[in-house]
C-alpha cells in the first residue's frame, strides 16, 4: 500500500522557520510532480508549491520568496522549506503526489504561526 507520510511542523512565532519533509511509503514510479498543499479553517484547500520531474516549481504568489521546494536525498521524497513564517500561513499542510492521474496524499501536518 503506497503511502505519503509527512514529518516536520508546529508551532512557531512569526518570522520564524520551519520545515516539513514528505516521504514515500511502499513502491511508487514514475512520479509527474510533488506539491504542497495547505487549508486553514473555514477555507478550501490551495496549492503552495510544486516541483516537477524535470525539476522546474512554482510557488503560489503568496509565499514567493519565502518557501522553498526541493527534493528529498531519497527518491520520491520532497521537502518545504518555510522562512519568513506569517501568521496567515497558519493552515494544515498536505504533501501530494500525482503519477498520471493518480493522486496520492499525505495525512496532514500542523503548522501554527503566531503573532
Known amino acids: 500500500q503506497v503511502q505519503l507520510v509527512q514529518s516536520g511542523g508546529g508551532l512557531v512565532q512569526a518570522g520564524g522557520i520551519l520545515r516539513l519533509s514528505c516521504a514515500t511509503s511502499?513502491?511508487?514510479?514514475?512520479?509527474?510532480?510533488m506539491s504542497w498543499y495547505r487549508q486553514a479553517p473555514g477555507k478550501q484547500r490551495e496549492l503552495v508549491a510544486t516541483?516537477?520531474?524535470?525539476?522546474?516549481?512554482n510557488y503560489a504568489d503568496s509565499v514567493k520568496g519565502r518557501f522553498t521546494i526541493s527534493r528529498g536525498n531519497a527518491e520520491n521524497t520532497v521537502n518545504l522549506q518555510m522562512n519568513s513564517l506569517k501568521p496567515e500561513d497558519t493552515a494544515v499542510y498536505f504533501c501530494?503526489?500525482?503519477?498520471?492521474?493518480?493522486?496520492?496524499w499525505g495525512q496532514g501536518t500542523q503548522v501554527t504561526v503566531s503573532s
Open positions: 511502499g513502491s511508487i514510479f514514475n512520479i509527474d510532480a
Open positions: 501530494n503526489a500525482v503519477r498520471g492521474l493518480t493522486s496520492f
Open positions: 516541483i516537477r520531474r524535470g525539476g522546474s516549481t
